[in-house]
């Protein structure tokens, strides 16, 4: 009864633990340029340039090159485009130039790059063509007048920290970050939302590219995050703040077959100390030597699995691993206390009753085990 209350409950922890990815919109609150603290309450009311600044981003890869487990450095190849409505430098009616749009100085950010390649090439298209050229949907990015458009070509040597908690049926993110180095009181990133005609056509990366046979790229998504500046700014009165954006590239792994190679080995070890309760009892040196043929056969997988993936944190292949050590020591013991004397009871001496608790604590084992990978 305890065992099919159990099957009925498990349905409503995975329910009750799955999440939606629900990306929020961010408004972003505007005022006139002559309200900057720069003027310090003196700003022209005509100045009527509306801040922060909004710079839309918009990402297109190309190739990813030797992305392989546990190797930390892998190609990156791509390009992305700046969009904006100002095009040139902004003059009030005193003949001063307040806002220089060239000035807004932004990068991508290439932590450890060992070798990095950009071309640059700048253009501007009118509103009206801006659907047909760049194939943006109008009602997604409301722009006047025009868009300024630079568009960066890159092919980057980029650092990638695995997480391979959830090995071998993890998901990967890479980070491509772009910093703005102008205070977000003048100047926000955004994502162009382009990105989801992409998703739905399944079209995120080109199709001739060298992602590694089983990575597949899942999907992509963008955040803003923000960064305080190490310097103070006299200006301000304070450190400046940055804005930062971040494409997350989410890689997914099939992971079916790699089980089946991890761990064929340590399956079969744990049906062989199932199996030695069919040994009749008075052949109680076959159900040892096979036991412990069962135990050296499940810490030799686990050492094989080891030696395939070099982790500093417990995976889902050690803790699967574990348990199959655990279940044919737990065998084992079972034998040795139905063979000795000591142990009188009606449990312990009841073969199918034995049998039973091991197989129903495999199951609740590696039912809790299903539950972690997929949560």
Sequence with gaps: MKF???????????????????????????????????????????????????????????NIQGLETNKEIYRLVGSYATYSNILEPYVDIDGDTLYYPT??????????????????????????????????????????????????????????????????????????????????????????????????????????NDLQTGFTVDRITFEERFETSPYYDVAYDRNQVWSVGTYKVHITRDGS?????LFFGGIL????????????????????????GAVFAAVGNKYFVDSAVDSQVLTVADLFNNIIIFMVVLNVGLIIMKRNVAFKNKLINDTRTVSRISIYTALVLFGLLTIYTIT
């Design 4 to 62: 099919k209350f159990l099957l009925f409950l498990t349905p409503l922890i995975l329910l009750s633990s799955c999440s939606n990815d629900v990306s929020e919109y961010q408004v972003i609150n505007k005022r006139p340029l002559y309200t900057h603290e720069f003027f310090q309450g003196e700003g022209d009311i005509s100045d009527s340039i509306m801040i922060p600044q909004e710079y839309y981003l918009e990402l297109d890869l190309v």
């Design 103 to 208: 000035d807004q100085y932004m990068e991508l950010v290439a932590p450890f790059n060992t070798s990095e390649t950009f071309y640059e090439k700048l253009s501007e298209y009118p509103l009206s063509q801006s659907e047909e050229v760049v194939g943006w949907d109008k009602d997604r990015v409301s722009l006047n007048d025009s868009i300024f458009q630079n568009v960066t070509s890159f092919d980057l040597n980029m650092f990638h920290n695995w997480d391979l908690r959830k090995y071998p049926f993890d998901t990967q993110e890479l980070k491509i970050q772009f910093k703005s180095y102008t205070d977000t009181s003048l100047v926000r990133l955004k994502n162009t939302e382009y990105l989801k005609s992409f998703e739905e056509e399944q079209k995120l990366i080109a199709e001739n």
């Design 257 to 261: 077959w790699i089980f089946v190679k």
């Design 269 to 292: 070890a744990l049906v062989i100390s199932w199996l030695v309760f069919i040994i009749p009892l008075r052949d109680f040196a076959s159900r040892i030597e096979l036991s412990i």
